[in-house]
């Protein structure tokens, strides 16, 4: 879904959240097209749920290289999660 909002909304939330649950993963990522002023990083019952922005104002190029790092970072702390936390 293309959103430009302030912040994520429930129905979203519960959306994503859903699908991570329904194929059983563990994480959700909502990624918004602009800066949202209240960021989101919670854990929904079982699912860790946060957003990413990707930028559309600015150029593209830059934003698509800032989001990659951030998702590459974003996976690579789930990946380095110590085995305790994911049983």
């Not at 854990?43 to 989001?67: H, I, N, P, Y």
């Not at 790092?69 to 702390?77: I, N, P, T, V």
């Amino acid at each position: 879904k293309y959103k430009i909002s302030d912040e994520p909304s429930l129905a979203d939330c519960e959306q994503v959240v859903a699908y991570a649950t329904g194929t059983w993963c563990g994480e959700a990522v909502l990624v918004y097209p602009s800066m949202i002023t209240r960021p989101l990083e919670v854990m929904w019952g079982d699912v860790r749920l946060r957003t990413l922005q990707f930028d559309l104002s600015g150029d593209l190029e830059r934003e698509g290289e800032s989001f990659l790092g951030k998702l590459h970072s974003e996976a690579f702390q789930v990946l380095s999660w110590p085995e305790e936390a994911t049983n």
